[in-house]
């Protein structure tokens, strides 16, 4: 049995919420049919397969998937990062027609590759950051043994590949005759790869930013057709400012321009662009983000000058702070002035390590008194994450924001699903950087909301010990408070499995939490430390023999009666005290522990207590310790005999189980009651069992406390029923011929 914490209601101004985003819509909209059937599959994939000689998997059916379906099922895969040898075997033959394919960070050999993809028609290949197994010789000339992928390929992203060792030069990019845009971003891709690029017939987009390009001359050899080029970071560049934008020049029917630099880099090309005159005249995008000795004058006057203009990147310029470029008209900017600006800059940036931390400092500034829910935005925080595990300062800067985004009321507006997900890579990053002390702080932070506790699914498993690891190595009284909130309430939301593998944990726990209780009671101390150390106890002992044992070995029994005589008139410590100590009490292997007579005394006392709860707990430990009968009872028989009419006494005096209290107790289940049930020949205890699940039953899933709830409440009404004629026939002390059912 436990209890919740009850928390009165605090009066705050009522919460704005973005309920028409696109965001909230979307993240609280149930799972698409083709999702849901997806993750199953991928989930238990071998279930589904047959294994090939080579190791490789085949799925069992030969019907063929549809295209759209085969397509999402490569990305679902790649996406969990399950694209490995054996895998990419269900993509062999023709059960499946692949032609956007994304096998981005996919661990497999060159010949894995060509057997599983190359022989589909591919309009689109999204190979970015895929092991040093395969090179980017091995795709090009993987994909060019297809006659129709040399036509048709529009698309390929060969991002942080490596470079064939024995021939560095051999890239056969002209073999492609049909592509239309080519990223090759972190590679070492020079200048003759370039030259042998820009032949190509219908290049419109390409992405060479961050490798080894010195020259950017080869351009005038697609200057008739490019619409699109990217190259920030261009380290190796050599060329001269006035030579660089000659060629820039003569790139006329160029739409969209990145010259951005997450080095901050002093080059004055960027500077010098904006001076130009007649330059690019079909530009609707320029990126120019990192620049240094960038003015709001030249950026304005450039844009009025490009009236098409719809997007200029400024984060990290000393541009953006006017209303012309504050991004809220029809001219998008990416920057850190406003929210707007730094959204556009996660939006467009989420795969660039470095402008993501910046985006995320500003947006951790603009967020601090934030009382408006932003699922929008907390989205853009979840995939800045996830495409940076690694990166400590982008993790770091996004739990703080995380953090804003989901403090106090803020969660409550915010989807499960996007919960969920910032929580798990919370966690994630916790597990990956273990000694970042301020990183592990947010993420305890960010779950202490009571809603994320209560309604999100994550990981509880992981969390519980993170949060023990934290509540034994801190003595900072508010850091303790808070993880002694969330173990309370983590510790229920645990399977049986679960709670035991976490055994030696939660012997620490219990050490801990008693010095807490002694030290409080010691300084006659009331906070609110002290009331969440008592129901965190409460909860951890909840159908938990091994915890109880714990208690007890720790001497909990002696702390607790003190307890009782130094707070002897507060009622709210009193029935939190008994509460727990009707948890031990249910664990029968436990009563000789409990049979001495300063405790039975005390408790006896407090069955005709004026304070309902604090009756009905210590009737549930006399219940319990009558319970095993006059042999296992090891105090004076004449003790047992008084608590026997006691108890019936005062559980005839009670009003109806529908009553209220203001500790509603809640179980995990009702087996601790059908062993009372049984005593026969202790009407007392069938009465106290009986009202206690008719006062269960009779309670709805939800209280007046905000985020707390009820765990294994039934509200059977046959249970009900058949609880109600028990009650009746043990108060009228009638005999029952059928017992309680026990399934």
């Known amino acids: 049995m436990v209890r919740f914490l009850h928390i009165q209601n605090r009066q705050r101004a009522p919460l704005t919420l973005c309920g028409e985003c696109p965001a909230v819509q979307a993240e609280a909209s149930p799972y698409s049919l083709v999702d849901i059937c997806l993750n199953v599959l991928v989930a238990d994939l071998e279930k589904f397969c047959v294994e090939r000689p080579d190791g490789s998997l085949c799925l069992k059916e030969s019907e063929r998937l549809p295209q759209e379906v085969a397509d999402r099922l490569l990305q679902t895969m790649a996406y969990r990062e399950l694209l490995n040898d054996g895998t990419v075997g269900i993509f062999r033959g023709n059960q499946m027609r692949l032609k956007q394919a994304c096998i981005r960070k996919a661990k497999i050999s060159a010949q894995s590759f060509k057997k599983a993809f190359c022989h589909h028609k591919l309009v689109e290949l999204d190979a970015a950051g895929m092991n040093d197994a395969v090179t980017v010789t091995d795709v090009v000339h993987g994909l060019g043994s297809s006659t129709w992928i040399q036509n048709n390929l529009q698309c390929l992203v060969l991002d942080s590949l490596t470079i064939s060792p024995s021939n560095p030069y051999e890239r056969c990019f002209s073999q492609l005759s049909g592509l239309r845009s080519l990223s090759i971003t972190n590679v070492l891709f020079h200048n003759e790869d370039l030259a042998e690029v820009t032949s190509l017939p219908k290049l419109e987009s390409l992405d060479i930013s961050n490798t080894s390009v010195s020259d950017i001359t080869a351009l005038h050899a697609c200057k008739n057709q490019l619409k699109s080029l990217t190259m920030h970071s261009l380290k190796c560049l050599k060329m001269s400012t006035p030579k660089f934008l000659e060629v820039i020049r003569e790139l006329k029917h160029l739409i969209h321009l990145d010259i951005s630099d997450e080095q901050h880099s002093t080059s004055d090309i960027p500077c010098r662009l904006l001076e130009q005159k007649d330059i690019l005249p079909n530009l609707v995008s320029l990126d120019i983000s990192g620049s240094k000795s960038i003015t709001d004058e ?14 200029v990147g400024l984060l990290g310029t000393e541009a953006g702070y006017t209303d012309f ?22 939006k467009r940036y989420s795969e660039r ?48 924001c995380a953090l804003n985004l989901t403090r106090q009321g803020l969660a409550a507006g915010m989807p499960v699903r996007l919960l969920s997900s910032v929580i798990q890579l919370l966690l994630k990053a916790m597990e990956t950087f273990p000694e970042q002390q301020q990183l592990q702080k947010n993420c305890l932070l960010s779950l202490s909301s009571v809603r994320i506790l209560q309604d999100v699914p994550f990981n509880r498993f992981a969390a519980a010990k993170f949060v023990v690891q934290w509540l034994c190595n801190q003595e900072n009284q508010h850091i303790q408070r808070i993880a002694v909130n969330i173990i309370s309430i983590l510790a229920l939301k645990l399977s049986d499995e679960q709670a035991a593998q976490l055994t030696s944990e939660f012997y620490i726990v219990v050490g801990k939490l008693l010095e807490i209780i002694e030290q409080k009671t010691n300084q006659n101390e009331l906070d609110t430390t002290f009331h969440f150390t008592l129901s965190a106890l409460w909860n951890l002992t909840d159908e938990a023999p091994t915890t109880c044992r714990h208690f007890i070995d720790n001497k909990g029994l002696e702390l607790f009666l003190r307890v009782l005589e130094t707070f002897s008139s507060d009622s709210s410590i009193q029935h939190k005290v008994l509460g727990l100590l009707n948890n031990v009490a249910e664990v029968r292997e436990l009563h000789s522990k409990l049979m001495q007579k300063d405790f039975i005394d005390h408790v006896s006392e407090l069955l005709s207590s004026a304070e309902m709860e604090v009756g009905y707990f210590s009737a549930g430990i006399i219940a319990n310790l009558l319970s095993r009968g006059e042999q296992a009872w090891t105090l004076s028989q004449t003790q047992r005999r008084s608590l026997i009419e006691k108890l019936h006494s005062a559980l005839l005096k009670w009003p109806t189980p529908e009553c209220k209290m203001v500790a509603l107790p809640a179980y995990r289940s009702l087996r601790p009651f059908y062993p009372l049930l049984d005593c026969f020949a202790l009407p007392g205890v069938q009465i106290w069992a009986a009202w206690a699940i008719l006062h269960i039953c009779c309670k709805t899933h939800s209280t007046s406390t905000p985020g707390f709830t009820n765990c294994g409440l039934l509200e059977d009404p046959n249970l009900q029923t058949m609880v109600s004629a028990f009650f009746a026939s043990t108060v009228s002390e009638t005999p029952v011929q059928n017992r309680f059912c026990k399934s």
């Open 298 to 311: 030249a950026v304005e006057a450039f844009v009025k000058q490009h009236p098409r203009m719809s997007f």
């Open 325 to 346: 470029l504050s991004g809220e008209g029809t001219l998008k900017v990416s920057g850190g002035e406003n929210e707007m600006q730094i959204s556009e800059a996660l």
């Open 353 to 400: 390590a470095c402008f993501v931390k910046e985006a995320f400092f500003h947006l951790f500034t603009q967020t601090c008194f934030m009382r408006i829910t932003k699922p929008e935005i907390l989205k853009l925080v979840i995939i800045g994450m996830r495409n940076h595990p690694l990166d400590l300062a982008v993790q770091l800067t996004a739990s703080a």
